[in-house]
């Protein structure tokens, strides 16, 4: 895992065999980012789950093979508690070029991964159960 921060974006580069989401919290903790935009992702993953959402809970798939990581974008955000909460969503393409997208739950990286994220200063966002859908939501501050 290599970063670098430069006029508030987050250059990352993850290498073979790295867990996507464990290294981007570790990167998220010592960069002191608390909310975030990732604007773009390339690269590939295996055993990758990917979540559909169908309004009641997650439909979880599951590709063990590599797969081309065609797409990625998201927020991070956290909790009441301060806990990081990652809401990213990919497109994935397998060797016949078929696209597979949807929430990231977990993913391993395949050879290397290539991710920008933004941090943002001013705004901060958090997510809340809310009481009107049931649902943790994205709340502005």
Known sequence: MIYRLEDGKIMVKLEDGENVLEKLKVIVKESGLSSGVILNGVGMLRKVKLGYFDGKG???????????????????????????????????????????????????????????????????????LSEKTGLMELFLE
């Open 58 to 128: 997650y439909v979880v798939d599951e590709f063990e093979d590599p797969m081309e990581l065609v797409s990625m974008q998201g927020n991070i955000s956290s909790d009441d508690k301060g806990d990081i909460i990652f809401h990213i969503h990919v497109g994935l393409a397998d060797r016949s070029k078929s696209m597979y997208g949807g929430h990231l739950l977990n993913g391993i990286v395949n050879n290397v991964n290539e991710i920008l994220i933004m941090k943002l200063e001013r705004v901060k966002m958090r997510r809340r």
